[in-house]
């Protein structure tokens, strides 16, 4: 139990209920009283710790890391190691995820956060509700935000998309097979796929259900919707996967196929992260701008850190194409 649920419990603002442990303010003895006997049967205990959290900075930076061995995750968790290097801060990696949201809930009373860092859209609320309730500050790096309450920074998703099929349009493409995450996941799944079927929509070029594959973008995920996509529909002249690694997966299936990349079959990948794989064509991606987000994120987070409510915002960078190998102009 937290300071928090027992102003709540009790009926009072927690600076009343801080007023009875401090004993710093007169209090009427009615509300003392009851605030103590929460205090008692809750076996809570007040933590001086936090206190001196407020007071001093730790700069300890926390970073809600979704999965490991993700090599999007991994490179934002490297770049924001490296700038926070350099504003003398350090990192600490937290693997939040659905699973384990209420053990970190426990925690988080327990660690001296100056800030946190979220990576994806879908942190358990209640577990941001507690993060804000303990007065830290939080940003979305990378990410749109579905909460309003704190800053995010990204790409504009589904415009990427969209210019990532026009890419691929321009080209002479219109065969074109789609490899996502789930529509669930708001920037990664529902946006590029929004903006990849408007692009085709604006051209006239159809593209039904089962030219897309809305499994994951692991490597494992691309190989196996390629599989599928190629096998339903031979045609397909070119791929377009919502990550890098999904795109080399595509490739590694493609290869395996019998197909000959860049000829018979064009890849675009999504994020510009990894630029070489074995035996395999140098990738042309959607670049996201990994270095600038980061940097943003951490400059509105010290803002909010410093007390600037006013500083929310979601801040849209600018998206390139990275032209490498992996795309080729249709031959009619």
Known sequence: MTIYDIAKQCGVSTATVSRVISNSAPVSSEVRDMVLTVMEHANYAPQPRRRKRQEQKSGLIGVFLPEFGHSYFDRVVRELHEQLLLRGKSLLLLPVNEQNADLWAQRMDRLPLEGVVLLQENTPEHLIEL????????????????????????VDDIVASYDGVKFLLRLGHRKIGLISDSPRDISSGFQRLTGSGKALSDEGVPCP??????NGCTYQDGYDAARLLLSWHPEITALFAFSDVAAFGAMAAAK????????????????????????????????????????????????????????????????????????HRLQL
């Open 131 to 154: 993060l804000q309730k303990q007065n830290i500050p939080l940003v979305m790096c990378g990410a749109l935000s579905l909460n309003k309450t704190f800053s995010s920074v990204h």
């Open 209 to 214: 259900d089962d030219w897309k594959v809305c």
């Open 256 to 327: 395996d196929m019998g197909r000959r990349l860049p000829d018979e079959l064009s890849v675009l990948g999504f994020d510009d992260i990894v630029t070489e794989h074995d035996g395999l064509p140098k990738l042309t991606c959607v670049h996201q701008p990994m270095e600038q987000i980061v940097a943003k994120s951490l400059e509105l987070l010290a803002q909010a850190a410093a007390g600037d409510v006013g500083s929310v915002s979601s801040v849209i960078l600018p998206h390139t194409i990275t032209e490498r190998d992996s795309c």
